[in-house]
Nanobody, 125 residues
């Protein structure tokens, strides 16, 4: 059974860093694009960053460019989201999701079929 498990969330002060992990089981991650999404209370879910199955294509939200980096280690069946210079507005539940690999990933939630359970990121002093 295809399963995604996020980890690495927590409470961090503004300007701090966190690294989120998305571990896959039941399937070979290299054959899938992975997207990171977030949803804050009262707001719609938004696509943060995505990476294609080969890792050759990435796409990130403008507000996180230069601060967040998505990467993947297919040998470990894991995708990472390194988040630096965190801001209070980054506070949200973060989810990873998978879809069959393409040459160019997209940050549209409706394009992804399989989702993890989420991990909370709170940026506060």
């Amino acid at each position: 059974q295809l399963q995604l498990v996020e980890s690495g969330g927590g409470l961090v002060q503004p300007g701090g860093s966190l690294r989120l992990s998305c571990a896959a089981s039941g399937f070979t991650l290299a054959y899938y694009d992975i997207g990171w999404f977030r949803q804050a209370p009262g707001k719609e879910r938004e696509g943060v960053s995505c990476i294609s199955g080969s890792g050759g294509s990435t796409n990130s939200l403008d507000s996180v460019k230069g601060r967040f980096t998505i990467s993947r280690d297919n040998a470990k069946n894991t995708v990472y989201l390194q988040m630096n210079s965190l801001k209070p507005e980054d506070t949200a539940e973060y989810y990873c999701a998978a879809r069959a690999a393409t040459t160019a990933c997209v940050k549209l939630s409706r394009a992804y079929r399989n989702w993890g359970q989420g991990t909370q990121v709170t940026v506060s002093s």
